[in-house]
């Protein structure tokens, strides 16, 4: 059976980096890690085939720019034959913090744009990956947001994201959003263990090999060692140790 992943977001470099975008990048991430391409134009927007396993998937970027989205999302759902109910969709979400992804079936469209056409379109029982974003805190200022590029502090997070996407797109193609949320989950919010494994563990790895091998290096920044017994002058040898000890304090 195959699954159609739709990414939303606005077409063209202006956008790339936009909020509003990041699920264009969920799809560049899932390509790029899984070796899928090159995107092909069709059905309205930009479109890959690709397997899991024995999980065919196409992976579809629509480029009708954001309200339009429900167009090319349908031609593409009619070519392969493909219902509503295997169709999931990567969209921002204002009501999730930043990092937070949440997976759902079917459901309103909370005022977004682009599953707004989408619901028109193909109708409302069709999954959902829910990637937050955050709330600018008032509705005046929604659009201005959304429309601007993460910022630099936002980084971190979202590459967690993207990560962790990637490495469950396959458990999602396969239909268990259980597992797919626990991939996620793993980037985003790794478990604290003994072993001092952080958020990235590319980077804790290294940082580890790191530290082992200064272990084994000579550390030659210690005070030398005390000189041997036959060289202490003979006056000293016949005080008692702890009057020795007292003179070094001295």
Not at 31 to 51: D, N, T
Not at 109 to 120: C, F, K, M, P
Not at 225 to 230: E, Y
Request: proline share 6%.
């Amino acid at each position: 059976m195959m699954k159609l992943v739709v990414g939303l977001g606005n077409p063209g470099a202006k956008y790339a980096a936009h909020r509003h975008n990041i699920g264009f990048m969920c799809l560049d991430a899932i390509v790029a890690a899984h070796g899928f391409g090159p995107w092909k134009s069709k059905f309205q927007g930009a479109v890959v085939e690709g397997r899991f396993g024995s999980d065919r998937v196409v992976l579809l970027k629509p480029e009708t720019f954001m309200n339009n989205s429900g167009q090319s999302v349908s031609a593409c759902a009619q070519f392969y034959k493909i219902p509503p109910q295997d169709i999931m969709v990567f969209h921002d979400e204002l009501d999730l913090a930043p990092g937070k992804v949440r997976v759902k079936q079917g459901g309103g469209h909370a005022g977004h744009n682009g599953l707004r056409s989408i619901h028109a379109h193909i109708g409302a029982n069709y999954g959902r990956v829910r990637l937050g974003i955050g709330h600018p805190g008032h509705k005046d200022r929604v659009a201005g947001y959304v429309l601007a590029n993460f910022a630099k502090s936002e980084q971190d997070w979202l590459d967690d994201v993207l990560r962790g996407v990637s490495d469950g797109a396959a458990d999602l193609a396969a239909g268990d959003n259980a597992k797919f949320m626990n991939a996620v989950a793993l980037r985003v919010a790794p478990p604290r263990s003994g072993t001092g494994m952080g958020q990235n563990p590319g980077r804790d790895k290294a940082s580890n090999s790191a530290d082992k091998k200064k272990a084994q290096k000579p550390n030659t920044d210690r005070a030398p060692k005390a000189a041997p017994a036959s060289e202490t002058p003979p006056e000293q040898e016949a005080r008692s140790p702890l009057q020795r000890l007292v003179d070094r304090f001295k």
